[in-house]
């Protein structure tokens, strides 16, 4: 079964960091283009970025751009979104997706979540 375990979250205080990591299984890592999205309370999933199956490529979406940076070690099966100068509007889960960008928000490519709650 392919099983996705996002980990790393926690409350955090506006312009302080966190960094996420993604345990993948069940499924060949290394041949799959990989996403982060999140989604808030009362709100649509947001698509976050995405990354290139051998992880050379990596894209954001514009409100997070320059702020988080994702990556990939293929031999750990891990995927990773280390988030700087946070604030409080990314407050939300934050799933690792089995997708590219495209597909990324459709549910049925999430793990479990983490939480990351950016608050004073």
């Known amino acids: 079964d392919v099983q996705l375990q996002a980990s790393g979250g926690g409350l955090v205080h506006p312009g302080g960091s966190l960094t996420l990591s993604c345990e993948a299984s069940g499924f060949t890592f290394s041949s799959q283009f990989m996403s982060w999205v999140r989604q808030s309370p009362g709100k649509e999933p947001e698509w976050v970025s995405s990354?290139?199956?051998?992880?050379?490529?990596?894209t954001y979406a514009d409100s997070v751009k320059g702020r988080f940076t994702t990556s990939r070690d293929n031999a750990k099966n891990t995927l990773y979104l280390q988030m700087k100068y946070l604030k409080p509007e990314d407050t939300a889960v934050y799933y690792c997706a089995k997708a590219p960008r495209y597909a990324a928000t459709e549910r049925e490519w999430w793990g479990q979540g983490t939480l990351v709650t950016v608050s004073s």
């Open positions: 990354i290139h199956r051998d992880g050379s490529l990596a």
